[in-house]
């Protein structure tokens, strides 16, 4: 069982004429149940993911821009005002975990190398070296493989970095993390790979609330089957005069 177990917004901070509530998913508030340990969000760019994401993982207490709460790196935004307007219902609550920002990987993986200039060993729980020192796709495999244990993570579309075999290499370890009840993981993303994970909740940020959808239904499944069924059939559309 998930442990985070619910979200919901505090009425008295929904304000539809400020950011975040003015984000048109979030206009009613926000009321969410966790009932799986896997649960993506899928949604256009700009439909409100990362606001959400963020959002939880100050509510678990994880530096906003990445990193755990052991890592408190400097950067250059503010936290989130989300947060502060959600209830988080948790059943144990978990302090250990990560929040992954794929725009901010690279800033954690200056915070790490600077860690290790003081003590070394600390790069053993990234793969033995430096993570810039890495591919980008090895380096998340790394911190996959090498850090997470017990706790929830929260990711935000993972799979930029990851090629389609790692990705499936990432969802054995997501299977191996979560069907022991050890992790908890809350996913942004756009690959019908990961999106494909048999025991996960999808919810669409795509219509007038957030629903919860299979993966067929996704656009993201859709177009990317119907494309690779028959590319010449878009191309016809795309490149018409
Ligand atoms: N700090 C902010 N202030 C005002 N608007 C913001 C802020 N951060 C994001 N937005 C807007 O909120 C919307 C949702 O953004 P975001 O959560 O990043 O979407 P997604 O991750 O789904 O692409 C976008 O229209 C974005 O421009
Ligand atoms: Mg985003």
Redesign the pocket.
Same mark, same amino acid.
């Given at each position: 069982m998930p442990f985070l177990k619910s979200i919901r917004s505090i009425p008295e901070c929904v304000d539809r004429s400020k950011?975040?509530f003015s984000?048109p998913i979030l206009s009613h508030g926000l009321d969410l149940e966790f009932s799986k340990n896997v649960t993506f969000f899928v /949604?256009?760019? /700009?439909? /409100?993911?990362?606001?959400?994401l963020e959002a939880i993982a100050e509510g678990c207490g994880f530096n906003h821009s990445g990193g755990n709460r052991n890592h408190s790196y400097a950067s250059s935004d503010s936290g989130s005002s989300l947060a502060s307007a959600l209830h988080f219902s948790w059943m144990p609550k978990v302090t250990n975990g990560f929040f992954m920002r794929a725009e901010s990987f690279y800033n954690f993986a200056t915070y790490i190398d600077e860690l290790a200039e003081d003590d070394s060993s600390i790069l053993q729980a990234y793969g033995g070296k430096s993570l810039h020192h890495q591919s980008h796709g090895e380096s998340f495999l790394a911190l996959f493989t090498n850090h997470f244990s017990r706790g929830i993570y929260v990711l935000d579309e993972p799979e930029a970095a990851l090629s389609p075999n790692r990705q499936l290499a990432f969802l054995a370890l997501i299977h191996e993390l979560e069907s022991s009840g050890k992790a908890q993981f809350i996913i942004?993303s756009h690959s019908p790979m990961l999106l494909s994970y048999p025991d996960a909740v999808i919810f669409s940020?795509d219509g007038e609330q957030i629903t919860e959808v299979s993966v067929q239904e996704t656009e993201h499944y859709r177009i990317t089957k119907d494309f690779l069924d028959n590319p010449d059939r878009f191309f016809r559309h795309l490149f018409a005069e």
């Open positions: 950011f975040p984000i /949604g256009e760019n /700009g439909s /409100g993911k990362s606001t959400i942004a940020l």
